[in-house]
């Protein structure tokens, strides 16, 4: 057919080619075009493995094609676990966390600008220093009945004890992450900062009163709750004395930043509203003074509140504490009383002791709430008071 067309055709469509393909040779062209269908299979073979890695991928990790390459995570978000609400910030769900001492007192010490934007009931923290045992918990676990949603338990003991009581007590899981404490050191002021922070965490506890496993109530709760609570100071004794145990304390050191005109010594049984906590919890400068110079034989849970206190707050102090104890015996230990001496009349000797007091500038009879110490076996007669003399 090729040999009947007319000459010069063929020339023609040579020139054609040529047009199209102006720099390409034939046989050039030709190893292109096995080079693409290289590469091509080569790609497609690519995918194919691809997949297949994919496929096992799925069949062995739970996860859907469509989740993978469009992850709803990106698109949904659920609160049920990963979100903040306002109720677990208000109020911790747990008292255990990992917190450092540091991190808790940072997380501890900030202070809200506005308006709390949820119901506010001022709440009282009791905060228990412990060894291992709460002797008296049956006492006040009829003294704090009836009355949830007005007070907070909470418990620094040794790091591994595990407090024995049931589910019902005011005091199940309300141990808060604890260290080693050493009597007459400065790690009672760490226990106490410790207490003190965990407590803040709850934006509802307005008073914290801190109390031994030797204490236990005067007075019924709604006595307690209303003296604390409409209080408008603060108890924290706090006095200077040229003694040995208390002027003989002081480190010069100390000074410039502590003086020994703002030296104070107190009973370490303080009661403090939400505003002193935080600035005690939150200060340390004048801590750091005092665990780098009031050791030994200096005491400093009975210096430091004391001291800070009157530099900084002295007018929001009453300068006294709501924990009655008897010193009368001398001695580096307060008298303890056990069984024998509990009676009608004994408690109401410590509440009406002769001691006049001022509560929100008018004087009063009322000064104490507390009392301490008290050994294991006074539990039994003081139970039995409880309806007669104490009134719960």
Known sequence: ???????????????????????????????????????????????????????????????????????????????????????????????????????????????????????????????FMTRGPLPFAPLWDRFFKGHEGLYSVYMHTLPDYKLNVSKTSAFYGRQIPSEEVSWGSVTLVDAEKRLLANALLDFSNERFVLLSESCIPLY???????????????????????????????????????????????SEWFELNRELAVNIVADYKYYSLFRKYCRPSCYPDEHYIPTYLNMFHGALNANRSVTWVDWSRGGPHPATYGAPSITVEFIQAIRNNGTFCMYNSRPTSLCFLFARKFSPSALRPLLNLTKTVMDF
Request: overall charge positive.
């Open 1 to 127: 057919m090729w040999s009947e067309m007319k000459p010069g055709f063929k020339t023609r469509m040579d020139e054609m080619d040529s047009d199209f393909f102006p720099s390409t040779p034939r046989k050039g062209w030709s190893i292109g075009l096995v080079k693409c269908v290289t590469c091509l299979v080569i790609f497609m073979a690519g995918m194919i493995l691809g997949l297949s890695a994919s496929a096992h991928f799925m069949r062995n990790s739970n996860v859907s094609q469509a989740e993978l390459f469009f992850p709803t995570t990106m698109y949904t978000a659920s609160c049920d676990k990963a979100c903040v609400s306002l109720k677990s910030f208000i109020k911790p769900t747990h008292l255990m966390h990992t917190m450092s001492d540091d991190e808790l007192f940072w997380r501890a010490s900030m202070v809200p600008k506005m308006e709390y934007p949820f119901q506010r009931v001022p709440k009282v923290a009791f905060m």
């Open 220 to 266: 019924n709760f709604p006595t307690v709750y209303e003296y604390l609570i409409n209080s408008a100071a603060s108890f924290v004794q706090s006095y200077y004395e040229d003694t040995k145990q208390c002027r003989g304390r002081y480190n010069r050191r100390m000074a410039p930043d502590i003086k020994l005109s703002q030296w104070r010594k107190g």
